[in-house]
Structures are given as structure tokens and as C-alpha cells.
């Protein structure tokens, strides 16, 4: 079972944005500021309230939108949908093979003083094993009094047993993946204060600490570097996955936005092979505005023949009138075979349709290549990139040629507008004259991302 299609609507960034994903995993690259983020919470905001929030309400979508027009939707490979808004939608109640991670999550996890507050704010949805251990104290607290406290108090001590047994268990797996998979050389470890009753009051406990500590020191942000507390942070991630899952579920998903900040391409390498390696079940989506570590996954896939299994998409910004919206292509997709094969059944305006999707993709990778106008309209980015000053790049001056070439059907067939005009003509000489432009142009930015 695996997602299938994404749709979006009014949901945060995205007025609409809709995508396929055919393959089994998908890797979604965009700067910022593109709607990366607004489509990790909108995944995580479907999976996680749905199935794993016995409180769920549609009112806790508010934070997502402005209107009442919100809507969010996932497909599956077998036509099941998830949809939101939906009142009905029946819970699956724990399932452990669902699991989202970004920034935010990870920085919970290590900068935190109090582990305990972290399983209680962040791991709530996400690890049941922990939550339930958490809410096995709440609840012998909120029963206990002096007429049941050895009881009660035996409970908690068995609580107490079978929690540290099950962090020891995270403790040794997630130094193995820091140890043999990560090639770090330090270790982690709980430390516990469970705290004592207060007898002369109301026999309440006080909240447990859980203290963190890498190589039996704590206050770690005074004593080690953020890519160290980061490496100890994905560690834990993925050891309470391990610890947890249920591989008997039928949906397995792995989502992560942006969340190797901070390290180095060496670290991240190791990381994106225990993912490849450790998660292989799993349908993976990845999210990342670093252009390095998109092309370093590139490269991994295509180092173990595993391209065919993943999507790989760009996501950017397109200017109409005055209002910005996100535009997700498949950088496998072929416009220009689209086009060609509806200019031989003389549908033109279908052939000018993907020849603007074909020039604006083209142009976004140039875009990124030579680092210009981000946030400029299409035409101020061509215009850029014709300036550009570098008479001993070849390449640069290839570039500038063609883009010269293509400012004569740039304002026509490659315009935005051109096809909502119907007394705009587009004659089929132009067509194929735009075509030979956007293949050279094509051939050159595959050239430059070889040689890069």
C-alpha cells in the first residue's frame, strides 16, 4: 500500500497543488519559500490525526488555513482515500509503521533537558510504546491517595521496570547505528530520576526526568557541536522506529523534511544509506531545499541501479498576474515528446502547453545552476542569465546564445498568457522551431549538470 496522488487546497502555502507519485518513493527538491513545508504538515497533519489521535478534531486544522475551504487528500495505490475535511474518517488506532521527521522534531529530541517532556510534547502521535508508558504514570497519579498508595505505587514501579528496559533497548540500538552505521565513536545514555512521593500532601509524584547523556555527559548543548547532537538525535529517531515498528502493516511511510541540517556530506552519505538500507520497505518522501544533498541522493540511487524506484521532482514559484504559485514537475517527464506527439494530431494548443512546461522547467535548472533570481518573474531570469558575465565559460556563452534564440517565441507559444488567448495563433512552424531551440537548450543543461 502506498500513496498514489497528493492534493492540496487552501492548505497553508498552497491555493492548489496537486501531484502524482508513480514510482514507490519520492524526492521532492525546492528552495525555500517554495511550499515544501506546507506539504510535509499537510501529510503529517492527515497521518498522525487520523490514525493516531483519539482526540481528533477538524478544529485543530485551523492553524492550517483561513477559510473554511481547506482541503487535503491522499490517494492510495488501491483507490482508498484519506481526506480532509471528514468527520467519519475511522482511526487505525498505533500504527507503527507511519513516522515523520523534520528540524523541529529532531531538536526535541537532544535540546531538551527533560526526555520525559519530549515523549510527552513531541512523541505523543508518533511512538506508542512511550506514550502509553506516559500515560500509565498520569494515570496512576491522578488515582492514587492514602487509601490505595502501596497499590498504586507497586503499578508504578512496574512501569518504571519495563520503561527502563525498553529505553536500554533504544540505547544499545541507537549506539549501534552511531557506532557501526554512522561510523561515530560515542555512545548515549538515559539517566533516570523517577522521582518520591510527597506523603504528608496528596501521595502525587512528581513528573520523571529522563536525562540524556552522550559519553556520560550532560548539558549537551554546552558540551558538544550541533552536528554531533544532530547525529545523536536521527540516531534515537530511527532506534525507536526499529524498536517499535510492526512491518504486518500494510501502509509503511517515511517522511522527512530538510532534516539533515547542520552536517556535513560525509555524515549525510551514511544517513541516506541506513535510510536506503534500513527503510527499503518503506515508501520514502524526501524533502530538501540543499541542492547538494538532492544531487548526493542522486548519486547514491544511481550508484545501486535504484532510480527506477523514486520519483524525483522539482518544486518552484510561478508568477501569474500578481500571485505566486508552487509548480511540481517530474524531472523524468518529457515535454517535448508530449508536445510532438499532439502536434502530429494538429491539437497545437496542447503541443504550446508542455513546450511552456518544458521552457520553464529548462530555466528553472539554469536558475539553480548559476544561483539567479530566485524570486524574480521568469522573463527577469532569462534576462539574468543572457547578462551574465563569464567570457571564459564556454558553457555560459552556449547558454546565452540559445537563450537569445528562444526571446523570439518567448512572448508567444513559451508565454503563460499565450494559451489562455484563443485569438493568439500557434502556427506549427513556430511550434517545431521552438522545439529544436528547447532541445539544444536541454542538451546543454544536461552537459553542465555531467561536468558539475
Given at each position: 500500500m502506498k500513496i498514489k496522488k497528493v492534493e492540496l487546497e487552501n492548505f497553508k502555502f498552497h491555493q492548489k497543488l496537486k501531484f502524482a507519485i508513480d514510482k514507490k518513493n519520492c524526492l521532492i527538491y525546492g528552495e525555500n519559500g517554495t511550499g515544501k513545508?506546507?506539504?510535509?504538515?499537510?501529510?503529517?497533519?492527515?497521518?498522525?490525526?487520523?490514525?493516531?489521535?483519539?482526540?481528533?478534531?477538524?478544529?485543530?486544522?485551523?492553524?492550517?488555513?483561513?477559510?473554511?475551504?481547506?482541503?487535503?487528500?491522499?490517494?492510495?495505490?488501491?483507490?482508498?482515500?484519506?481526506?480532509?475535511?471528514?468527520?467519519?474518517?475511522?482511526?487505525?488506532?498505533?500504527?507503527?509503521?507511519?513516522?515523520?521527521?523534520?528540524?523541529?522534531?529532531?531538536?526535541?529530541?537532544?535540546?531538551?533537558?527533560?526526555?520525559?517532556?519530549?515523549?510527552?510534547?513531541?512523541?505523543?502521535?508518533?511512538?506508542?510504546?512511550?506514550?502509553?508508558?506516559?500515560?500509565?504514570?498520569?494515570?496512576?497519579?491522578?488515582?492514587?491517595?492514602?487509601?490505595?498508595?502501596?497499590?498504586?505505587?507497586?503499578?508504578?514501579?512496574?512501569?518504571?521496570?519495563?520503561?527502563?528496559?525498553?529505553?536500554?533497548?533504544?540505547?544499545?540500538?541507537?549506539?549501534?547505528?552511531?557506532?557501526?552505521?554512522?561510523?561515530?565513536?560515542?555512545?548515549?545514555?538515559?539517566?533516570?530520576?523517577?522521582?518520591?512521593?510527597?506523603?504528608?500532601?496528596?501521595?502525587?509524584?512528581?513528573?520523571?526526568?529522563?536525562?540524556?547523556?552522550?559519553?556520560?555527559?550532560?548539558?549537551?548543548?554546552?558540551?558538544?557541536?550541533?552536528?554531533?547532537?544532530?547525529?545523536?538525535?536521527?540516531?534515537?529517531?530511527?532506534?525507536?522506529?526499529?524498536?517499535?515498528?510492526?512491518?504486518?502493516?500494510?501502509?509503511?511511510?517515511?517522511?522527512?523534511?530538510?532534516?539533515?541540517?547542520?552536517?556535513?556530506?560525509?555524515?549525510?552519505?551514511?544517513?541516506?544509506?541506513?535510510?536506503?538500507?534500513?527503510?527499503?520497505?518503506?515508501?520514502k518522501i524526501i524533502l530538501t531545499h540543499n541542492l547538494q544533498f538532492y544531487n548526493l541522493i542522486l548519486s547514491l540511487l544511481k550508484s545501486r541501479d535504484e532510480l527506477n524506484n523514486w520519483d524525483n521532482k522539482n518544486i518552484f514559484l510561478q508568477t501569474i498576474g500578481t500571485q505566486k504559485k508552487a509548480i511540481i514537475y517530474d524531472k523524468e517527464t518529457d515535454y517535448i515528446k508530449l508536445a510532438e506527439s499532439y502536434l502530429k494530431v494538429d491539437k497545437l494548443d496542447e503541443a504550446g502547453i508542455y513546450l511552456r512546461k518544458e521552457f520553464e522547467r529548462l530555466i528553472e535548472e539554469l536558475r539553480q545552476i548559476n544561483e539567479v533570481g530566485v524570486k524574480e518573474k521568469l522573463s527577469k531570469i532569462v534576462n539574468q542569465l543572457i547578462k551574465l558575465d563569464d567570457s571564459t565559460d564556454i558553457n555560459i556563452l552556449k547558454m546565452q546564445n540559445i537563450l537569445k534564440r528562444t526571446k523570439f517565441y518567448q512572448d508567444t507559444i513559451l508565454h503563460s498568457t499565450a494559451h489562455d488567448d484563443i485569438s493568439n495563433e500557434r502556427y506549427t512552424k513556430e511550434l517545431n522551431g521552438a522545439i529544436v531551440i528547447l532541445k539544444q537548450l536541454d542538451k546543454l543543461v544536461k552537459s553542465i549538470g555531467t561536468n558539475s
Open positions: 513545508s506546507s506539504i510535509y504538515e499537510a501529510l503529517n497533519a492527515i497521518f498522525t490525526l487520523y490514525f493516531r489521535d483519539s482526540n481528533f478534531s477538524l478544529n485543530k486544522f485551523k492553524n492550517y488555513s483561513s477559510t473554511e475551504a481547506l482541503s487535503a487528500k491522499v490517494t492510495f495505490d488501491n483507490a482508498d482515500e484519506l481526506i480532509i475535511p471528514k468527520e467519519d474518517m475511522p482511526l487505525m488506532g498505533g500504527k507503527k509503521t507511519i513516522y515523520f521527521a523534520n528540524q523541529d522534531l529532531l531538536e526535541s529530541i537532544i535540546l531538551n533537558n527533560n526526555f520525559y517532556d519530549t515523549i510527552k510534547n513531541s512523541f505523543k502521535n508518533i511512538f506508542p510504546i512511550l506514550h502509553n508508558f506516559r500515560k500509565n504514570f498520569e494515570f496512576i497519579n491522578s488515582r492514587i491517595d492514602s487509601s490505595n498508595y502501596q497499590e498504586e505505587n507497586t503499578k508504578r514501579q512496574d512501569n518504571i521496570k519495563n520503561m527502563e528496559r525498553f529505553l536500554w533497548r533504544i540505547e544499545l540500538r541507537a549506539n549501534d547505528i552511531l557506532n557501526n552505521h554512522f561510523e561515530e565513536k560515542f555512545t548515549i545514555k538515559f539517566e533516570y530520576d523517577w522521582g518520591l512521593s510527597n506523603t504528608t500532601d496528596d501521595f502525587k509524584y512528581p513528573n520523571p526526568k529522563i536525562i540524556l547523556n552522550i559519553d556520560d555527559k550532560k548539558f549537551l548543548k554546552l558540551n558538544f557541536n550541533e552536528a554531533k547532537l544532530k547525529l545523536a538525535s536521527i540516531a534515537i529517531f530511527f532506534a525507536l522506529i526499529k524498536v517499535e515498528e510492526d512491518l504486518t502493516n500494510p501502509l509503511k511511510l517515511l517522511v522527512l523534511d530538510d532534516f539533515l541540517t547542520s552536517l556535513d556530506m560525509a555524515n549525510r552519505h551514511y544517513i541516506i544509506e541506513y535510510i536506503f538500507d534500513k527503510f527499503e520497505k518503506y515508501q
